[in-house]
C-alpha cells in the first residue's frame, strides 16, 4: 500500500515557481513509479509528470521543459518543481502511485492558481 499527501501549491505570478512536495508512505514507495497529475477547469485529468522507481522521468508535451520531477526515497518523498508558470497551468495537482491511480483512488491534491 502506497499512500501520499500533496502539499505546496499556493498563488503564483506568471512566470513564477512552485515546488510541490508529495509525502508517501507504504512499503513499496521506493520502487513504485508515482506521477503528478492535474485537472483544470474544463479539463480531464492529465499527466503531468512520472518518475520510476529507478529515476527514470518523462513529461507531458506542454511541460515544455519547465519542470522537474524528482524523488527523495530517504525521506519517502516525490518533488515537482514548477518553473516559469503560465496562466494555463492553473489546476489542482495530485501525486499518485501508479497502483493507485489504476484503481482511480485520489486524494485531495494540491491547488495551484497562476494570476496577475
Known amino acids: 500500500q502506497v499512500q501520499v499527501v500533496e502539499s505546496g501549491g499556493g498563488l503564483v505570478q506568471p512566470g513564477g515557481s512552485l515546488r510541490l512536495s508529495c509525502a508517501a508512505s507504504g512499503s513499496i514507495f521506493r520502487i513504485s513509479t508515482v506521477g503528478w497529475y492535474r485537472q483544470a477547469p474544463g479539463k480531464q485529468r492529465e499527466l503531468v509528470a512520472r518518475?520510476?522507481?529507478?529515476?527514470?522521468?518523462n513529461y507531458a508535451d506542454f511541460v515544455e521543459g519547465r519542470f522537474t520531477i524528482s524523488r527523495d526515497n530517504a525521506k519517502s518523498t516525490v518533488y515537482l518543481q514548477m518553473n516559469s508558470l503560465k496562466p494555463e497551468d492553473s489546476a489542482v495537482y495530485y501525486c499518485?502511485?501508479?497502483?493507485?491511480?489504476?484503481?482511480?483512488?485520489w486524494g485531495q491534491g494540491t491547488l495551484v492558481t497562476v494570476s496577475s
Open positions: 499518485n502511485a501508479d497502483q493507485i491511480a489504476a484503481l482511480d483512488v
Open positions: 518518475i520510476t522507481g529507478g529515476g527514470s522521468t
